[in-house]
């Protein structure tokens, strides 16, 4: 891990067993720096995802100005 603050956080011995069998072999020298590479992906992928479903306020007045010229809005 890089030197950022650190805080504690508990994971059932089973799943830390199953991830030090995983990162046996890699460049991922914890469990803690495993979990923090599989958290950052994770978080990096879900924003992604949110700001690519997001529209902005000017595609929604397109959007809602093209349902009223439909007859959908009035």
Do not use: C, W
């Amino acid at each position: 891990m890089d030197e950022e603050e650190s805080v504690l956080v508990s994971i059932p011995r089973r799943l830390s067993k199953r991830i030090e069998n995983r990162i046996k072999g890699t460049s991922f020298a914890s469990v803690s720096s495993y979990v923090t590479y599989v958290l950052e992906r994770t978080l990096s992928e879900t924003d992604a995802q949110e700001q690519a479903q997001a529209l902005s306020k000017e595609d929604e007045e397109r959007v809602k100005e093209r349902l009223r010229v439909l007859g959908y809005l009035h």
